[in-house]
């Protein structure tokens, strides 16, 4: 018997949000965006006014104010969007405890044991829709479906304010002749490397056979083939099962490019003490790391290495990004933004019997403990109270990295 899970989206979440506060804004363009000054300047979210402009997450504000000049600006809250988005989850427990957040305005309901109780999986939805905007004054779309993949991409299909049913007997007459960009997870390069063998359509990619797929995308290919032919059986997460950390990672765009050799060491330096006392709070270590950097004209690569053994060791994150970057990276060549990212993550107590008969032991140890000294004393005074002395007084913008400034909310 097949399952019935809804998807659901909030609108323009972060704009919504602000709204409430900012009635005036209601019936004029309006965006959330970073701050300029602080060369954040780029789109977070965006009312339906403004998206009719052409408005679109992520551009520059520059960009966005060239196409609506009478774009109204509003800088983040996102206390309040984590404070809005534990509400509507707790309306979404009201109908079913297998609740699944996808991100900070997205969740998948499994509402499959729901039914004798609220209904069809569409009355849900509908009442769900209804029950957050009558309590909380936020509108959502919601695609009911059969699989988690078809649930999201009915999510998509109709906004603002409505509920999408797609089933087996639908969805080729409503996702196949669809763009090929428009299937979950093919970004704009798979969509470009689609379309240059004749894959225009999402019904083009149900169609072409799976193995070719596979030679063409590797194993992305054959998840791509049954997620358009609707054969998707991950199940959604019930909520006592703890989310397993895939990555931790900390990224800044700074107050000017990095410039020279030291202040790229100065970026890593912060963001690697960030994310190592992320891993340690998790008491999970990196098996891998990986770098994303951007330059001013925003043309961005990305590096991944496996380490030696997994860490969770400031130095030894720092070292590895930095090696890394110079290895990819034209030292001198300015760095608008940078990320460093553990990937591959394990739990600590399992690793520390595959680093047991590390050559440099005693040194990792000594490692340890000094970073389990700053962890104690952040935990104490707070954690700006100490950090690495090169870090100090810099012009970076970097002072503050436990902060996720540029947190841009899952929306087209």
């Not at 965006?33 to 300047?41: A, I, Q």
């Not at 809005?84 to 991100?103: C, G, H, K, W």
């Not at 720092?318 to 030292?331: D, G, I, N, P, R």
Request: glycine content about 8%; hydrophobic content about 35%; aromatic content about 8%.
């Amino acid at each position: 018997m097949d399952r019935t899970i809804i998807h659901c989206d909030m609108n323009g979440f972060f704009a919504s949000v602000e709204l409430l506060a900012r009635p005036d804004l209601k019936n004029v363009p309006m965006a959330v965006s970073g701050n300029p000054d602080s060369r954040h300047g780029i789109i977070l979210a965006k009312n339906e006014l403004a998206k009719k402009y052409g408005v679109v997450t992520a551009e520059t504000i520059w960009s966005a104010k060239k196409k609506c000049p009478d774009l109204q600006l509003v800088r983040p809250h996102h206390d309040k969007y984590k404070k809005y988005s534990q509400l509507i989850n707790a309306v979404y427990y009201r109908y079913t405890d297998m609740v699944e957040p996808f991100s900070i305005d997205e969740s998948w309901l499994d509402v499959s044991g729901s039914l004798k109780l609220f209904g069809s999986g569409v009355q849900i939805a509908d009442l769900i829709r209804e029950t957050v905007k009558r309590e909380l004054g936020l509108t959502l779309s919601a695609g009911v479906s059969y699989n988690k993949i078809f649930a999201k991409m009915g999510s998509d299909y109709k906004k603002p304010d409505a509920t999408t049913l797609i089933t087996r007997d639908n969805f080729k007459e409503l996702l196949w002749p669809m763009d090929i960009s428009e299937m979950f997870f093919v970004g704009s390069a798979t969509a470009a490397k689609l379309k240059r063998t004749g894959i225009l359509t999402i019904g083009d990619l149900a169609c072409t056979n799976k193995y070719v797929l596979q030679g063409l995308l590797g194993k992305q290919g054959g998840m791509l083939y049954d997620y358009a032919n609707g054969l998707d059986e991950s199940p959604v997460a019930h909520s006592y099962e703890k989310q397993k950390i895939k990555s931790v990672g900390n990224g800044i765009t700074f107050r000017r490019n990095l410039a020279t050799t030291g202040d790229i060491q100065t970026a890593l330096k912060a963001l690697s003490d960030t994310v190592s006392s992320r891993l340690r709070a998790y008491q999970m270590k990196a098996s891998g790391i990986k770098i994303d950097i951007k330059d001013p004209y925003f043309k961005t690569i990305s590096r991944q290495k496996q380490l030696e053994s997994p860490t969770n060791i400031t130095e030894e994150i720092y070292s590895s990004a930095y090696a890394l970057l110079k290895a990819s990276w034209t030292l001198g060549s300015p760095i608008r933004l940078l990320t460093v990212t553990g990937i591959g993550l394990v739990n600590e107590n399992e690793s520390e019997q595959l680093s047991f008969f590390s050559k440099n032991k005693e040194i990792r140890e000594k490692s340890t403990s000094l970073d389990k000294t700053m962890d104690a004393i952040r935990s104490k005074f707070g954690g700006q109270s100490i950090t690495f002395g090169g870090i100090l007084k810099n012009d970076l913008g970097i002072d503050l990295l436990d902060e996720n400034e540029e947190e841009q909310e899952r929306e087209n």
